[in-house]
């Protein structure tokens, strides 16, 4: 499971080119159920997000939005591998961990278009995605504060005895912040039920992050500092993804502590809808769209013997599912003025208290 950094490949000047095509992951532990289960969840994390941006242009959603497009073989994978009451944390990028954990699309679509029918009442928007309910623990605009957070709740799931893990997704840039290192310490000295999972999307916002960060990978090479394995997937593969993650989560179930993955992936578009994203070369933007989990997945499920018209009856499927989750969205109410005094403290009251 580990991928050394000279398997990686380069470009010129330098930027980090995708993996070679390969049929090796093929032959993975993952049962051909699972498998169709994985390509149908990052079909919906696809078109979901692919319906945002659509709707983001029409000037419906409110303010902006980050997507996951290119990066949904983390979510699918983890999500697929985790129990019901297992707790994910998010960056603002939480869209398809929100899918992830089973939330039904019209809450998501309607709280991106501030409705009332929105999963938050229409108050959170696009980057406070949270359902308690599911088992997602929010997605936090503020980098690497969730780290710690998700720290919380595995010390709760270790004391209560539980066998709930917490798995805390970030990106590349959360690795240069405070938070991460305090995070990971504190993790591992107390062995806490956790897994940390850097999507390392090659940029943090704006800038490369190997322009600014002295390991070659932000993430997997400081896991050593903390007494952790240095763990880094091919964040592309969702069959490697979710090996990784059942691994990673058996660990901590079983007692043995936090653990630190690196998955390598990258986004399709800018860092938000607001960004074109053209800092990135484009022979490194045109290799990794090549490299598109969902085109790669479903070239494996045919080699595995899935037809492609179940593959494109699941399409179909899906997008239906999106136009309904749209179509109730958009019909949802916009929330009324009073609603801005609920909801604030635990009461659900406004005033203030002494």
Excluded at 158 to 180: K, L, P
């Amino acid at each position: 499971m580990k991928l050394p950094l000279s398997e990686h490949r380069y470009g010129e000047h330098g930027v980090v080119l995708p993996p070679e095509r390969s049929d090796a992951n093929d032959a993975l532990e993952v049962d051909l159920d699972r498998r169709r289960q994985l390509y149908r969840s990052m079909r919906e994390m696809r078109t979901f997000e692919k319906r945002a941006y659509d709707l983001f242009m029409k000037q419906l959603v409110k303010g902006t939005s980050h997507l996951s497009l290119g990066m949904e073989a983390i979510a699918a994978g983890f999500g697929a591998a985790m129990r019901e009451d297992d707790y994910t944390f998010a960056t603002y990028r939480g869209h398809a961990h929100t899918l992830a954990r089973g939330v039904p699309m019209t809450p998501v679509l309607a709280e991106l278009l501030g409705r009332a029918n929105g999963l938050m009442g229409g108050k959170g928007g696009s980057m406070h995605l949270t359902s308690v309910e599911h088992g997602m623990m929010g997605s936090y605009a503020i980098i690497g504060a969730h780290l710690t957070i998700a720290n919380g709740a595995a010390w709760s799931a270790q004391y209560r005895g539980s066998g709930q893990v917490a798995v805390c997704f970030f990106g590349d840039g959360t690795t240069n912040i405070g938070a991460f290192h305090e995070a990971l310490n504190y993790a591992a000295v107390y062995r806490l039920p956790v897994v940390f999972v850097c999507e390392n999307n090659l940029y943090m916002e704006y800038t490369s992050i190997h322009d600014i960060t002295a390991v070659p990978h932000p993430a997997a090479d400081r896991a050593s500092a903390y007494g952790l394995e240095p763990v880094v997937v091919d964040g592309n593969d969702a069959d490697e993804v979710h090996v990784a993650a059942v691994k990673a989560l058996d660990h901590a179930r079983s007692g043995q502590g936090p653990s630190l993955v690196e998955a390598l992936t990258y986004r399709h578009g800018g860092h938000s809808r607001a960004d074109p994203g053209k800092y990135r070369p484009s022979d490194e933007v045109e290799a990794w769209k090549a490299y598109d989990p969902l085109t790669v997945y479903r070239e494996r499920l045919v080699r595995l013997g899935v037809s492609e018209d179940e593959l494109d009856a699941v399409d179909a499927s899906v997008l239906a599912l999106v136009d309904a989750a749209t179509e109730g969205a958009i019909a949802g109410e916009l929330p009324s003025p009073e609603s801005a005094f609920t909801d604030v403290w635990a009461d659900g009251g406004w005033s203030w208290r002494n």
